[in-house]
C-alpha cells in the first residue's frame, strides 16, 4: 500500500481550482492598461484515516502536505467597452515548492509494523489562462469569467509531489461585489471546473463547484479589514480505469481574516492585501490552513481598492 500514491478526491487532492483566489473586490473594474500581480501562497494540510478488521487489527494512515508557490500575473484591461462592459486578460504563471509524505500503522494481537514515506519537488507549476467581462451598476458590480488549466508543470505520475496536475481543465463562472461610499464591500465569486481525462492515470476528477467571498470594512481610504472564505464541494463523481475507489467525492469549508493597503507610488498604484484561511469539514481531502499575500500594482487608481 505505501509504495503506491495515495489515492483521493481530485486525484491526490490537488483541484484546478485553487480555493481562496478571489476575494474582496473580485467584481470591480480594474484600471484601464496593463497591470502586475504577485501572490505568495503557503499551505499546510494533513489528511488521516483508520479501519479495524474483525481479526482484531486496526490499520491508521496519515498524508502530510506542505507547499509553497509564487504566482506571478501580468494583465491587461481594455479602455473600450466590449458588450457594455470592461474586459481584463491576464495568465498566472507559477513556481514553487512541494512535500509530501505518507505513513501507515498496522496493529494487531501480535505487536505492530509502521512504515512511512516522503516526496518533495521544485519547479515550474501550471499555466492559467484568465478572461473577466465586468459591469458596473452603481453600488453593485457584477463579473463573469473563464480560466483554463494547462498542463505545463512538474508533473510525474510515478511520485508523491508535484507541482501540476497533470491534465487539462476548464473552468467558468460569476462573480458579485456591492461597495457603498460609506466603505462597506461585500464580493461572492462562483464556478464549476470540468476536469479532462489524466492520460498518465487513465484517472478523470469529477465536475467541483466552488464558492470564493469576501467582505471588508474600510478605515480611511488606505486601509481596510474584513473576513474570507470558501466553499469547495466535489458536484460529480471521479471516473476512469484509475479510479478504482470509486466516485470518493471531495469538500472543504474555509474562514480566516484579511487586511489590504492601499500604496501610492508616483504614478504607480500598489495594493497590498493579506489573507489567511483554516481548512474545516474536509472530506476525501487534505485538512489544515493556508495564506496569501498578494501585491497588486497598476498604472492608476481604480474604484475601491480594486481586484484582490
Known sequence: MLCSAPARADEAGASAWLPGQFASFAAEANAPGFALETIYYTRSATASASRTFPIGASLAAGYTLNETYVFVTPSYTFRDPILNGQLWLGATFAVGHAETGVSAVLSGPFGSFASSRGDF???????????????????????????????????????????????????????????????????VTAGITYNFMNPHTQYQSGVDGHIDWGASIAL????????????????????????????????????????????????????????????????????????????SLSKFRPRGQGRS
Open 121 to 187: 519537488m521544485t519547479g515550474v507549476g501550471d499555466l492559467y489562462p484568465l478572461a473577466t467581462l465586468k459591469w458596473r451598476l452603481g453600488n453593485h458590480n457584477i463579473m463573469t469569467y473563464a480560466t483554463a488549466a494547462v498542463p505545463v508543470g512538474a508533473y510525474d505520475a510515478t511520485r508523491l509531489a508535484g507541482l501540476g496536475i497533470g491534465h487539462w481543465a476548464i473552468d467558468g463562472g460569476f462573480g458579485y461585489t456591492f461597495a457603498n461610499d460609506a466603505g462597506f464591500e461585500l464580493s
Open 220 to 295: 480611511g481610504e488606505k486601509l481596510y479589514l474584513g473576513a474570507v472564505g470558501y466553499f469547495y464541494d466535489q458536484l460529480g463523481p471521479d471516473s476512469g480505469p484509475g479510479a478504482q475507489l470509486g466516485g470518493f467525492q471531495s469538500k472543504v469549508t474555509a474562514v480566516g481574516p484579511q487586511i489590504g493597503y492601499a500604496i501610492d507610488l508616483g504614478i504607480v498604484h500598489a495594493d497590498l492585501n493579506l489573507r489567511g484561511y483554516k481548512e474545516f469539514d474536509a472530506q476525501n481531502r487534505p485538512e489544515g490552513w493556508n495564506l496569501w499575500l498578494t501585491l
